[in-house]
């Protein structure tokens, strides 16, 4: 596939080895549109937030559509006070000079240690390159060029039908650890040529992250940099014809949305499994997600599912104080397709026998009904290793 074919029309990307970090691969990428994109942007909830975040909001606050995004991996620019915003600033300018655009017009990304400040000689060497090389690079390229403990590049793509014509989709995420459903813990970057309003086009994007990016956690962290820039550059001149279009733009960003969301568990940091908690019958949807997160973020769940241990007593437990209300006589539990608690009590199966061969499995399902109510939710979760440990006890150093 050409890198023409692979990409929403109307986009190119970039990528250079700017030396951040990382002595052996790029570091730096660049995401350009052809016309100024509408951007839906969502960041994180952290109330410490990192210098790229700030700016971007403030940029999207003056303009609804924007021409770039310049992601760096290698330092996080979170918590550098005035110098970090100045910096951050300055980078937007270097870029906007060199492509003639508006530093407004393009919106910071940033990953990497909090507290490092961005190594402004090698952005004023490397922000060159970068534009020699744009629409050089592929998806996977870009995808590469912004991980950190990531073990492989995420990239989804999709293209759906519209009256109007053929739109395609296509992301990319960085992620692996720090990662709790609080907005999106991660950086994730979606572009489509649909052609889109602003306030539709937040909406859309609105709704499918909360279903996708915000319904999987690793370890419980929300980080300091966490986004999500989606931009629609229009370039397909096919726009939403009615209220059957509108769907089928829903189910294709969701289905690049949630494909990249598992992707990040499947490579959480030390993870050897991931698990797809599916909450049901709890009195509302809210309630819902309360008990599937006290599930996913347990370390006693994850460290059973990392040691196939079928230990239905931790997931009980963690139902039990997840606040959600329910009687726990009306509770059932099902581990990898077979029901493991009814009626406030394990059920009557041989369970190192029969769970044995099941816990084997890099996916398990672990599925709950409160008896409650209508809510429901489903939650992607990682399970809990030494690796993990050892990964974040010497990520600084």
């Known amino acids: 596939m050409s890198l023409q074919e692979e990409l929403p029309r109307g986009f190119s990307l970039a990528t250079a080895r700017a030396g951040f970090k990382y002595q052996d691969r790029d570091d730096l990428a660049l995401i350009m549109s052809t016309r100024p994109a509408v951007c839906a942007a969502l960041f994180t909830t952290n109330r410490f937030q990192a210098a790229p975040v700030v700016v971007a909001r403030e940029n999207l606050e003056s303009v609804h559509r924007v021409k770039g995004v310049l992601i760096n991996a290698g330092q996080a620019n979170a918590c550098t006070g005035d110098k ?25 990304a940033s990953t990497g240690v909090i507290g490092d400040h961005l190594k402004m ?42 009256d109007q014509g053929i739109v395609r989709f296509w992301g990319m995420t960085k992620g692996a650890g720090m990662i709790c459903p609080n907005m999106a813990t991660m950086l994730g970057f979606i572009l489509t040529d649909l052609d889109i309003d602003p306030e539709s086009w937040s909406e859309i994007v609105s709704g499918v992250v909360d ?12 980080s300091t940099n966490d986004c999500v820039f989606a931009l629609a550059g229009g370039e397909s001149n096919a726009a939403i014809s009615g209220p059957g279009d509108r769907d089928l733009v829903i189910r294709a ?56 241990d079928p230990n239905w007593g931790r997931i009980v437990a963690a139902l039990g104080r997840s606040r959600a209300e329910f009687d726990p006589g009306d509770v059932r539990v099902s581990l990898a397709g077979v029901e493991i608690f009814a009626r406030g009590r394990p059920t009557d199966i041989d369970r190192d026998r029969v769970f044995e061969p099941l816990l084997k499995s890099p996916d398990i399902k672990i599925s709950i009904d409160l008896g409650a109510g209508e809510g429901c939710f489903n939650l992607l979760a990682s399970d809990l290793t030494e690796k993990y440990v050892q990964i974040n006890a010497h990520y600084r150093t």
């Open 84 to 108: 970090g915003m100045d910096n951050c600033r300055r980078t937007l300018e270097i870029l906007a000079g060199l492509v003639g655009t508006d530093p407004q017009e393009i919106l910071p």
């Open 121 to 162: 000689d090698l952005f004023e060497k490397s922000i060159p390159v970068l534009v020699q090389n744009l629409g050089l690079a592929s998806g996977l390229d870009a995808a590469g060029a912004i991980m950190t403990t990531d073990t492989f590049p995420k990239t989804s793509r999709t293209e759906v039908r519209l």
């Open 211 to 222: 279903r996708t990016f915000n319904a999987l956690t690793i370890d419980g962290d929300t």
């Open 253 to 308: 960003l969701e289905r690049v949305c949630q494909d990249l969301a598992y992707q990040i568990v499947r490579d959480a940091e030390g993870g050897t499994k991931v698990l797809n908690i599916e909450v049901r019958g709890a009195k509302d949807n809210v309630q819902a997600r309360m008990a599937a997160e006290a599930v996913g973020n347990s370390p006693l769940v994850k460290t059973a599912m990392y040691g196939r």
